[in-house]
């Protein structure tokens, strides 16, 4: 590593060490103390530097297991403290080792607890990570060039349908892959559904040839302006079959229905999200990445329903609506909570499978 810097768009400036290639994208901050392998490889961070709000990074290293998908989508990794003795026995590499051998922008050494601060009170920013000759001057005319990343979705999605089948299946699920984690084929599949995975971009006759019992949307880099193709093709299938969306998917899913969607100042990120169950009354801990929320007001002239509430700003975590046969969330619920007693939105979509009379018992 060598020295290292970070300039953010309001002309702040964070110098640490570093290593990786000179790159600009959007700063968030992320609270999680532990999953750091998790989150290089989330889909949804793609385009994105992530800023560690826990001081000590990479104690456990890196190896393949942790991985949430096949490969890592960070455009940069910000870190207080990197640790370079790993101790795990089923580590490959060290953290910093991962890095540079993925030639992924890395810096460490900076102030986070400053930074996170500096997001959380002036929202998110473009920030460029580059070599600390580079004056403040010429990084903000690099940020101020620059073009924001698009057709990321497209770049993720799978290009060709993917059928996973499960042992002894008894539903059908089609997954519309906005970049999918391994986490939804996986619960799915514990569930006895055999999983269809599709592009995106999937038309809704298509989709409805593979006989589903239900679709669920997936989660992915969260810029909900530039997929008008999917919620056009969902707002032929709500009311149809059962549907379910996480992250990205739950946006799309409230689009189709007639909901709005809008920025959020910095978003939520990190492992500990409190949410409340408005049917159940009950709280959840949860894990989460997203910039966007749906908008409450433009809920009035849709048949939905909030079903899960953000304790700390009151913004919408889920949706449902029995009538269209919709079940939502921001977050994946099966990473909320090991209480047997809080059902995921796994469980949710098998009971609307079980009581749709839409639903095809093909599996």
């Known amino acids: 590593m060598k020295p290292r810097k970070l300039v953010l768009k309001n002309g702040l400036e964070f110098v640490g060490l570093g290593s990786g ?47 949430g998908s096949k490969d890592f989508h960070v455009e940069g990794f910000i870190v207080k403290d990197i640790d370079f003795i790993s101790s795990n026995m089923r580590y490959m590499d060290s953290m910093d080792d991962f890095a540079e051998a993925n030639d992924l922008p890395f810096l460490c050494g900076i102030d986070t607890r400053m930074l996170a601060k500096v997001i959380r009170d002036e929202g998110s920013m ?32 799978t290009k060709r349908p993917n059928m996973i089948k499960a042992n002894k299946p008894k539903y059908t699920v089609v997954c519309l892959d906005l970049g999918c984690k391994n986490n939804i084929i996986k619960e799915l599949s514990s569930r006895k559904c055999s999983v269809v995975v599709l592009p995106y971009n999937t038309d809704a006759t298509k989709i409805l040839s593979y006989r589903p019992n239900a679709v669920i949307v997936s989660d992915g880099p969260d810029n909900p302006s530039e997929l008008e193709v999917v919620v056009n093709n969902l707002k032929e299938l709500v009311g149809t079959l059962p549907i379910a969306g ?118």
Request: charged share 20%; hydrophobic share 40%; glycine share 8%.
């Open 21 to 67: 290639q000179e790159k600009v994208a959007e700063v968030v901050f992320h609270t999680g103390m532990i999953g750091y392998l998790d989150i290089v490889s989330n889909p949804y961070y793609a385009g994105k530097f992530v800023c560690m709000t826990y001081p000590l990074i990479g104690n456990y290293g890196a190896s393949d297991d942790e991985f």
């Open 126 to 157: 473009l920030g460029i990570i580059t070599d600390v000759e580079t004056s403040v001057i010429e990084a903000l005319e690099k940020i101020n060039a620059y073009n924001p990343i698009k057709g990321m979705v497209k770049k993720l999605s």
């Open 246 to 363: 996480i992250g990205l998917g739950h946006l799309l899913v409230a689009e189709a229905c007639g909901a709005k969607v809008k920025k959020m100042k910095f978003g939520h990120h990190g492992a500990n999200q409190s949410v409340k169950n408005l049917i159940t009354k009950k709280i959840l801990i949860t894990l989460q990445g997203h910039n966007y929320e749906v908008d409450k007001e433009s809920l009035t002239n849709t048949n939905l329903s909030v079903s899960l509430e953000n304790l700390s700003d009151s913004s919408i975590e889920g949706l449902y609506s029995i009538k269209d046969l919709i079940v939502t969330s921001e977050f994946d619920s099966v990473d909320a909570s090991a209480s047997p007693v809080v059902k995921s939105i796994y469980d949710e979509l098998i009971d609307l499978m079980k009581n749709s009379k839409g639903g095809n018992n093909n599996a």
